[in-house]
Nanobody, 122 residues
């Protein structure tokens, strides 16, 4: 089992920045780690993923160039730096750990945090 706890959400103005963190505990942290988000009335969607060694990262097109995912395996943490936030980024953000499969598909993720709210007002 892997336990994930997100932090760092909040309410900001459009154009501001936020840094989300995800702390992992439990079993080995050598999983690809992803961030997803879910806006009210919408499906949970992929935001970003980082491979277990941090060698590769992928982003959904709407956040590419604004968001950066990183990880520190020594500290068992994953972060999502979000810059130039827009109102459409408003959602609950979840970090998740995958044991393999399609990184972009939430069905490939076995462990999820409880989520942290990000609200961006224009």
């Amino acid at each position: 089992q892997v336990q994930l706890v997100e932090s760092g959400g909040g309410s900001v103005q459009a154009g501001d920045s936020l840094r989300l963190s995800c702390a992992a505990s439990g079993r080995s942290f050598s999983y690809p780690m992803g961030w997803f988000r879910q806006a009210p009335g919408k499906e949970r969607e992929f935001v970003a993923v980082i491979t277990w060694n941090g060698g590769s990262t992928y982003y959904t097109p709407s956040v590419k160039g604004r968001f950066t995912i990183s990880r520190d395996n020594a500290e068992n943490t994953v972060t999502l730096q979000m810059n130039s936030l827009k109102s459409e980024d408003t959602a609950v953000y979840y970090c998740a750990a995958s044991r393999g499969g399609n990184y972009f598909d939430r069905q490939s993720y076995d462990y999820w945090g409880q989520g942290t709210q990000v609200t961006v007002s224009s």
